[in-house]
């Protein structure tokens, strides 16, 4: 998850290395949820946040 002021992305991994999620997330706490949400239905999620 590379997190900006306006906008955040994501990019979701599978344990394969094939990119299963590659967009821009609603800029709020529920819509960043959703997207975590969806992706943990695939397995268990890791999150790497790249914030300087």
Do not use: C, W, Y
């Not at 998850?1 to 306006?6: E, L």
């Not at 959703?34 to 268990?44: I, K």
């Amino acid at each position: 998850m590379d997190v900006g002021k306006g906008e955040h992305h994501v990019i979701g991994l599978s344990s394969e290395g094939t990119r299963v999620h590659d967009a821009v997330p609603p800029n709020t706490e529920a819509g960043q949820r959703e997207v975590f949400d969806r992706l943990a239905q695939r397995g268990q999620v890791l999150v790497v946040v790249d914030h300087p």
